[in-house]
């Protein structure tokens, strides 16, 4: 047997393997679970073109952007999607994080660019405590308010 057919045959196989775990479904999982990798994939490769000087540092709003956002989407994916009603203000936060590295990075240091990128970190954390709040963190504040009542009650002075 030459080279040629044994490589032909190992051809073969790997094509083989490939349907047969295609059929048996490891393709359908991985994909599902491992969906949001095609949208980090793009961000961290802007990231390297731009440190590798091929695009401009305008590249550099897209790949926070997309960064972020694919992790924010493979933590619901890997963790439940009921994660997202807290962490929806993490999308506005995907904004900043490009226009902040686009701020510090760019050869454009605009002091509206930086505003632009704290004023939506700043809307962002608000949005995220506003929902904590609205969630579970009612619970949290009415229990401090009780704990609050009662220390009242307990060191009141005596008044006779």
Do not use: D, H, N, Q
């Given at each position: 047997m030459n080279r040629q057919s044994a490589a032909v045959g190992i051809g073969v196989?790997?094509?083989?393997?490939?349907?047969?775990?295609?059929?048996?479904g490891v393709f359908s999982v991985l994909s599902a679970i491992f969906w949001p990798l095609f949208i980090l994939i793009p961000g961290v490769l802007l990231h390297v073109l731009y440190f590798?000087?091929?695009?401009?540092?305008?590249?550099?709003?897209?790949?926070?952007?997309?960064?972020?956002?694919?992790?924010?989407l493979l933590i619901g994916n890997w963790?439940?999607?009921?994660?997202?009603?807290?962490?929806?203000?993490?999308?506005?936060?995907?904004?900043?994080?490009?226009?902040?590295?686009?701020?510090?990075?760019?050869f454009s240091r605009s002091k509206q660019m930086w505003l632009a990128s704290v004023g939506l970190a700043a809307?962002?954390?608000?949005?995220?405590?506003?929902?904590?709040?609205?969630?579970w963190g009612i619970y949290l504040l009415a229990a401090v308010l009780i704990l609050f009542g009662v220390w009242l009650v307990i060191r009141r002075p005596k008044a006779w």
């Open positions: 196989v790997a094509v083989g393997l490939i349907i047969l775990l295609g059929k048996l590798g000087r091929m695009v401009p540092s305008v590249a550099l709003i897209p790949a926070g952007i997309l960064t972020v956002v694919s992790v924010i963790f439940g999607w009921g994660l997202m009603k807290y962490m929806w203000p993490l999308f506005p936060f995907a904004v900043a994080v490009g226009l902040y590295e686009y701020y510090v990075f760019g809307i962002s954390l608000l949005l995220f405590c506003m929902t904590l709040l609205w969630t």
